[in-house]
């Protein structure tokens, strides 16, 4: 089993429970990471930071799968909705959001959706560079 945690130096852990040894670091913030929490089902983790924005990762992979963009400061809470469908966020802006499955529009190399959610594409723009070469 796993367990995360979160750091004031802009990244989150994840660990093995039993043994204590580091699985993962992940990084990518621009701000302190207050909270950290796994989907109910352990295959994704939610980070939420001082930089204004939430994301979504893989713990057994550490890829970055998701940022929430859209809060005007500190992203002060995060949660998984029961079933994955859904992300609820609260701020230091004074708003809460309701974030749904991305409705993705292209981007640069980043996918964002009409809600803000921008899906990272580093694989996608790879295989755009080689199929140019």
Same mark, same amino acid.
């Given at each position: 089993s796993r367990i995360a945690t979160?750091?004031?130096d802009r990244t989150a852990k994840v660990w093995v429970t039993e043994s204590g040894r580091l699985l993962r670091t992940l990084s990518g913030h621009a701000g302190r990471v207050p909270l950290i929490t796994f989907s109910s089902d352990g295959e994704l983790?939610? %980070?939420a930071s001082d930089d204004c924005t939430a994301r979504v990762w893989s713990p057994v992979t550490g890829a970055l799968l998701? %940022?929430?963009l859209?809060? @005007?400061a500190s992203v002060t809470a995060a949660a998984f *909705?029961?079933?994955r469908k859904y992300i609820a966020t609260a701020? $230091?802006?004074h708003t809460a959001k309701i974030w749904g499955k991305p409705r993705v529009l292209r981007? *640069?190399?980043? $996918?964002r959706s009409k809600?803000?959610? @921008? $899906? $990272?594409?580093e694989e996608k723009k790879k295989e755009e560079d080689e199929d140019e070469d």
């Open positions: 979160a750091s004031a983790l939610l %980070t998701y %940022t929430l859209g809060h @005007a *909705g029961w079933d701020s $230091e802006d981007s *640069g190399n980043k $996918e809600d803000g959610i @921008a $899906e $990272e594409q």
